[in-house]
C-alpha cells in the first residue's frame, strides 16, 4: 500500500478537476445534470459563488456551453461538464467557440456509448467525437489526465491552453479516473503558472479583433469593455464582419488551424517509461495507462523489453512523439476502451515502420494489466 | 431628417460594408430605427450595450449597430445572453430572435429565461415565416396558411408567444408592430427600464415569403393589414376569444414587479451554503 503522508489530501477526480478549475480562475460555470460529471457541477455550486463566481444550472447542455461561451465573451474563464449524450449536444457550440475564438473548457466524463449507453460505465469512445464531433475543419485542443493529480493538472493547463490559443479546450475524462480517489499532494500557487488572453493593447479605434498579430491569437477584448466589435459563428474578415470572399475566408480557416500547429513542439505532453530500449513500446491514455504501467513492470520482471507512452494530450496528435517512438521499435501495442481510435491515428502516422496491435474493450469493463501483459507475452519478438 | 442623419451616423457601422441583406420592404428595418432612436433617447453609452442574435432574417441585425454585438446560432441567442449578463450585470444586454428562431428551435430557452426572471431585454421579431431559408411554416404561422413546406396547409395552430412567456414567468410582455412606430418606442423604453426579463413581441411584415402567402403583394398593403388586424389591449380585454381571432393584441399584456435572478444571486451568496 502507498503510503500517504500527512501533506497529501485524499481527492476524487472530479473533485481535483473543480480545484484546478479553480486555480486557474475559472469565475463562471453553466452545467446540466450527468452522471459520472455530476460532481463536478456540484462542487462548483457550493465554490463558486465563495470564489466570488457564478454558477447556474441551464435548462440543457446547449444552453450550459452558449451561457460559458457567453459569459467568456464578457471576459470571465468559464467551463462546463458533461458526459457523452450531454457532450453530444454540445457540439454545435463547440464549433462556434472555435469559429469566434472563445476560450472555454469543456470536461467530458467518458461514459460507454452510443447514445445513452452503460450509464455509467467507464469508456474511451468519444476520442474522436472530441476531434471531429463539431461539422466542419476545425482545430480542437484535447487533454486526457490518468490520475487525480493529473485531473487537478490538466485541467489548470486546459484553462491555460484555452486563453493561450483562444480556442475550446476538452478535457476527456475516462469514468474511471473520475470517480477514483487517490492522495495527492496539494497544489500551491507558487508551483503554478496561470496565462490569461491575449488582451488589446491599442485605443478602441485601432482594435482589429480578428486580425493575425503575428502569434496568430488575436487581442480579445471584454464585452463591456469599450472596444465595441462583433462576433459570429460566420466566415469573418479581420473586422468580425460576415465574408464569403475567398480572399477573407482562407486566411481565417488557414489562421486557425495554424495558431495551435505551429505551436505543436510545445504540445507533446506525455511520460515514457522504460522506452529506452524497448521492442514493444505500448502508448495508451487515461485509465488504461495505468493497467498498461503495471503490465510493462511485471513484463520487464520477466525479461520482456516493453515500454510505454503515456499520452496526456491526445489532439492535435502527438505525431513527433509517436514517430519517434515507432523508429525506435519493433512493436506497438495500443490498449484502448473503445473499438480502436487512438490507434487509427497511430497507424496513420505509422507509414510501415513497425507493427501496430491493438487490444479493445468496449463492454463497460476495465482492461486488466493481466490482460496487456498477455498481449505484450504473444507479440514480443 | 437632421435627427435622422444624426443616428445614422452615431450607431450605424460606418467600416461595414452596406447595403443591408434584408428585401425591399421589410420590416426588420423599421424596427431597427426603433430600437436605435430608443436607446439614444434613454442616453445608454454605446458601451455597455450588448445585441445578441439567433439565426435567420433578424440574426444579421446586429452587425450593422455599433454595440459589442454577438450572431449565436440557430435559437440559442438567450443562453449566450445569460452567460454576458451573469458574468457582467453592468452590461444592458438585448437579445434580437425571430418566430421560428424563439419559440421553435429555441423555445426552451425562453421559457426557462423567463422563469429565472433574468434581466435581459428579449425582442422577438414575428413575421410569421421562416423567411430565410426560403418561406416555410414557423410555430407562428397561421393555422391552414398554405407554405413550402405545408403544401397542403398548415395543419398546426399557432402559438400565442406572449402567453407563453407570461405563462413562464417574465416580468414585462408586450406586444407591437412595426406599423405602430410610436407604441413600438414607447414599448421598447419600457422593456429596456424593466427590472427583470422583459419580452416585446414586433409583428413584422415579409412581403417576399408570408406577404405572396397572404395574398398582400406589397409592403404597403402589409402595412395596412398590420393596421387593421391590430387590436389595442384594453379594447381586446372587451371581445370575447371568437372575435379576436386572427387579431393582433398591441400595448402592455404584463407588468409585475418581480425580483430579478441577479438579485436573489445575491442575497443568497452572502450565506453559507445549506448543504
Known sequence: MRKVTQKQILLQGNEACVKGALMAGCRFYAGYPITPATEIMEIMAKELPQAGGTFIQMEDEIASLGAVIGASLAGVKSMTATSGPGFSLMQEHIGFACMAEVPCVVVNVMRAGPSTGLPTLPSQGDVMQARWGTHGDHPIIAIAPSSVYECLELTIQAFNLSERYRTPVILLIDEVVAHMREGIAPLSREDIEIEERPRPTVPPRWYIPYGDPGTGVPPMSAFGDGYRYHVTGLYHDVRGYPTVREDEVNPLIRRLFSKISKDFHRLQWFDSFYTEDALITVIAYGCVARAALRAVKEGREKGLKVGLIKLKILWPFMRWTITRALENSQEVLVPEMNIGQISREVKRVNQSRCEVSTLNKVDGTLITPEEILKKLEEIHP | ?275
Request: hydrophobic share 40%; with cysteine.
Open chain 2, 1 to 275: 431628417m437632421k435627427e435622422t442623419v444624426h443616428l445614422v451616423h452615431k450607431y450605424l457601422r460606418s467600416s461595414k460594408k452596406f447595403p443591408h441583406i434584408w428585401c425591399a420592404g421589410c420590416g426588420i428595418g423599421i424596427f431597427m430605427q426603433a430600437l436605435i432612436r430608443v436607446i439614444d433617447r434613454m442616453g445608454y453609452s454605446k458601451d455597455d450595450i450588448v445585441l445578441i442574435s439567433g439565426i435567420g432574417c433578424s440574426g444579421r441585425l446586429p452587425v450593422y449597430v455599433d454595440f459589442s454585438t454577438l450572431h449565436t446560432t440557430h435559437g440559442r441567442a438567450l443562453t449566450f445572453a445569460t452567460g454576458i449578463k451573469l458574468a457582467n450585470p453592468r452590461l444592458k444586454v438585448i437579445t434580437i430572435m425571430g418566430d421560428g428562431d424563439a419559440v421553435a428551435i429555441g423555445g426552451n430557452h425562453l421559457i426557462h429565461a423567463a422563469r429565472r426572471n433574468i434581466e435581459i431585454v428579449s425582442l422577438i421579431i414575428n413575421n410569421q415565416v421562416y423567411a430565410m431559408t426560403g418561406g416555410q411554416c414557423s410555430p407562428t404561422t397561421p393555422y391552414g396558411q398554405q407554405t413550402t413546406s405545408s403544401p397542403y396547409g398548415n395543419l398546426e395552430p399557432d402559438f400565442d408567444i406572449c402567453r407563453l412567456v407570461e405563462a413562464a414567468g417574465a416580468a414585462f410582455v408586450a406586444r407591437a408592430t412595426v406599423y405602430h412606430t410610436r407604441l413600438l418606442d414607447q414599448l421598447l423604453g419600457k422593456a429596456l427600464k424593466k427590472k427583470g426579463f422583459a419580452m416585446v413581441e414586433v409583428f413584422s411584415q415579409c412581403v417576399t415569403y408570408a406577404g405572396r402567402y397572404l395574398g398582400l403583394d406589397s409592403p404597403v398593403e402589409m402595412m395596412k393589414w398590420l393596421r387593421d388586424s391590430s387590436i389595442p389591449v384594453a379594447k381586446a380585454r372587451e371581445l370575447s376569444e371568437a372575435e379576436l381571432k386572427g387579431k393582433i393584441v398591441t400595448g402592455i399584456l404584463v407588468d409585475r414587479e418581480k425580483p430579478t435572478y441577479h438579485e436573489l444571486c445575491k442575497k443568497a451568496f452572502k450565506q453559507k451554503p445549506k448543504i
